[in-house]
């Protein structure tokens, strides 16, 4: 408790937010807010490398010193001082929570589980990591493509292995990521196959035939079918034991998955029901009435409406905190998810925003403009626009640390890899 007060003497400089938004991050997100608080820098504390390396103390306590500084500039610096503070500096454990500090609210928590227990060169993997932010911060960037559909592909979802891609063609499809083959196909659908999600132990698919199919994952046989929906069911998501699915009936019902009965019912919307996304017991849609609605699943009541696009919605993701929509507007809104709040409206697309998809860090749009645009998150800034890949209207993308995958009309699918001589990828996703 000594050494923790007395490193944080100082104090770490406060930057004013650089907008509304990011004070709204700050106070929101834990992580983010708890790697801040403990950055230091030699600049900002009241006692700098040369006062810290004077210290004469025990191999195990001088480490315990390093690490609280917290700060990848600072522990360089340590290093130069002197060969046993270059050896401290270097230290497994310094480099191993520095890593975690600095990177770990933006590694998957799934990943991180297993990085936890892992024996890694923790300096090696943050310089592999920091190549990777570049290539993103850059453009450096490959696309690679994935052709087998015979028309347009609507949907896709991925994992570190495969690809699963929902088409026009009614058949859902399954690749191999690394090979870019397709190694599996499903038919069962007699019509486009608009929507799909799955995990390890369901695929729940939703088409213009009107039905919602819930498939077994492991052996890909079909479970059973729901009806309900009087028009094309264009989106699914699901959680634990329920399916949540939006129609251009206008409604929204709810599922139970394992027996397939229809639970409830949400009406409200004035056009189709274009788009959901669940978090926790919430479901945010977006529909043709240019209206956003948060529910809560448990009651069927609609919490909040959140109002502001000038034309009909086509896409929207929550992630507890935050709404993100993209409109025929040609715009996309931030959302405060709490209060209904637009925090601000992104405009450089040239036509319908189709699809989106964000962390705290980006949002990745994709346009009936036949591009995909990146975006600072907590600033609004275009990062950079992808195009010439797709040659017509982008359906979905979905992203993660290393790559972007999108769907379009043209019938395929594009890989945006942003590895380039980057190790340890598997390490990052």
Avoid at 43 to 71: C, K, Q, W
Avoid at 131 to 139: A, M
Wanted: charged share 30%; with cysteine.
């Amino acid at each position: 408790m000594f050494l923790r007060g007395w490193l944080r003497k100082g104090g770490p400089a406060e930057l004013p937010p650089l907008s509304k938004l990011d004070a709204e991050v700050s106070k929101d997100d834990p992580m983010e807010a708890e790697v801040d608080e403990r950055r230091l820098s030699a600049t900002d504390s009241a006692f700098g490398v040369e006062e810290i390396t004077r210290l004469a103390l025990p191999y195990e306590l001088a480490v315990h010193v390093v690490m609280e500084v917290n700060d990848f500039d600072t522990v360089e610096s340590i290093a130069m001082v002197s060969k046993r503070w270059r050896k401290l500096a270097t230290d497994k454990e310094v480099w191993k929570k520095l890593y975690f500090s600095h990177w770990g609210s933006r590694t998957p928590e799934s990943t991180l589980k297993k990085l936890r227990h892992a024996n890694r060169d923790w300096k090696q993997l943050h310089f592999q990591r920091q190549l990777l932010e570049r290539n993103w911060n850059k453009g450096i960037v490959t696309a690679k493509y994935l052709s087998g559909h015979h028309d347009a592909v609507y949907c896709i979802q991925f994992d570190h292995n495969q690809i699963i891609s929902g088409s026009r063609d009614r058949t859902i499809k399954f690749w191999d990521l690394e090979s870019r083959k397709c190694i599996q196909t499903l038919e069962g659908h007699k019509g486009s196959v608009l929507c799909l999600q799955y995990d390890l132990r369901y695929i729940v698919t939703g088409s213009s035939d009107t039905t919602i199919i819930i498939w077994d994952y492991e052996n890909k046989k079909k479970l059973r079918t729901l009806e309900g929906h009087a028009a094309p069911v264009l989106d699914v998501r699901f959680k634990d034991d329920i399916v949540v699915s939006c129609s251009k009936d206008c409604t929204i019902k709810i599922w139970d998955i394992s027996t397939g009965r229809l639970r409830r019912t949400l009406q409200g919307h004035h056009a189709a029901v274009n788009a959901i996304h669940l978090h926790q017991n919430y479901v945010a849609s977006a529909s043709g009435d240019c209206i956003i609605k948060l529910w809560d699943i448990d009651t069927g009541r609609c919490i909040r409406d959140f109002a502001g696009h000038a034309r009909g919605l086509a896409c929207v993701q929550f992630d507890g905190d935050y709404l993100v929509s993209g409109s025929n507007d040609k715009t996309i809104r931030i959302w405060n998810a709490r209060t209904g709040e637009c925090l601000r409206t992104l405009t450089g697309h040239e036509d319908l925003v189709r699809t989106l998809c964000f962390d705290r860090r980006r949002i990745v749009s994709g346009s009936y403009d036949q591009t995909i645009k990146v975006w600072d998150f907590r600033t609004g800034d275009p990062l950079m626009t992808l195009k010439g890949a797709h040659s017509s209207w982008v359906f979905h993308v979905q992203m993660d640390a290393a790559k972007i995958i999108s769907a379009s009309q043209d019938k395929k699918i594009v890989i945006w890899d942003f590895t380039n001589k980057v190790d340890n990828v598997m390490d990052f996703i």
